[in-house]
């Protein structure tokens, strides 16, 4: 007689950056909270290593069927954690090389750290589980790439979907999905101007699935997620699979690693120089972020007539 395996449930770690709770029917619902909201839920090195290692319990955990991704307090993500953290900058934990003795910087280190986040969204990408992004208020940025690759996405109708770091910070590096979802022309457009759209304009893009006002988003993303859950976890996980070689196919993961690529060779743009001037300027006079934010986004801010947003 064969004895019958026990179904393994990992035990979930503390995290010092995200929360984790169970919602729906029978818990089979797992919910992400990225939790900094005094830092508007910035992706730091720490958070992003924390998220990594809370998918794969997740993964392993056959209970949990979806998985909702959002953030605590006024939004779900202002994007990578810009200022120096304990393990390094451009959201590595891990530092490598990138600059040499005369300061000069080395395009293989910065691409080499930024490859290991990479990894990081398009494991959330590839898991073996079913997910939603559930937004509110900014998602932008590294926020936008780690939501894009949820498999569902929702919004607050009010809330700002887009990629303000294309402005002299590099590239999207999974921004390349765009194309894929919203078509050639605007993906271009959000892509060259770095611009932010709403909820409601990224549903009609087909950017996200859908927009609903803000007090209702919890409740319907809570029932979406129910729904998807009616099956169990390993049939979602075949159909997931399924979907995703499709796109497999259509070449996402070398477009991905190709803006990866691209997103180091951007730090060395006269765009990209002027903001690490302006980030220096900041830090020696003190005003931080601000200057820089200002001197990279100004210049966007006067409504250009016959374009919604």
Request: include cysteine.
């Amino acid at each position: 007689m064969v004895a019958r395996a026990e179904a393994y449930t990992p035990r979930m770690a503390e995290y010092e950056n995200l929360l984790i709770d169970r919602v729906g029917t029978d818990g089979r619902v797992a919910r992400v909270t990225l939790n900094r909201p005094e830092k508007m839920n910035s992706l730091s090195q720490e958070l992003l290593y924390e998220w990594n290692d809370a998918l794969h319990d997740l993964e392993a955990d056959d209970s949990c069927r979806v998985i909702i991704v959002r953030g605590a307090g006024r939004t779900f993500s202002a994007g990578y954690d810009l200022a120096p953290a304990r393990g390094g900058a451009d959201a590595v934990v891990r530092r490598h090389k990138t600059v040499d003795d005369k300061g000069r910087r080395l395009l293989m280190g910065i691409r080499t750290g930024m490859q290991q986040i990479t990894d990081i969204h398009m494991y959330f990408f590839s898991m073996a589980k079913v997910t939603i992004a559930q937004v509110h208020g900014y998602c932008l940025a590294g926020g936008c790439e780690l939501a894009m690759m949820a498999d569902l996405v929702v919004a607050a109708e009010d809330a700002q979907i887009g990629h303000p770091g294309l402005r002299g910070l590099g590239t999207s590096r999974t921004g390349a999905i765009w194309p894929l979802v919203i078509g050639m022309r605007k993906a271009k457009e959000l892509y060259y101007t770095g611009d932010s759209v709403s909820g409601v304009e990224a549903e009609r893009l087909g950017m996200i699935n859908y927009a609903w006002p803000k007090e209702d988003l919890e409740a319907n993303t809570i029932a979406l997620a129910e729904r998807l859950a009616i099956a169990p976890a390993d049939h979602l996980a075949i159909l997931k699979l399924n979907m995703n070689r499709f796109y497999e196919n259509m070449g996402i993961y070398s477009s991905v690693r190709t803006s990866t690529d691209l997103d180091a060779m951007g730090q060395m743009t006269q765009y990209s120089y002027g903001w690490q001037d302006k980030m220096r300027e900041g830090m020696q006079e003190g005003t931080g972020l601000k200057g820089a934010l200002d001197w990279r986004d100004g210049p966007y801010k006067k409504p250009t007539p016959g374009i919604r947003r």
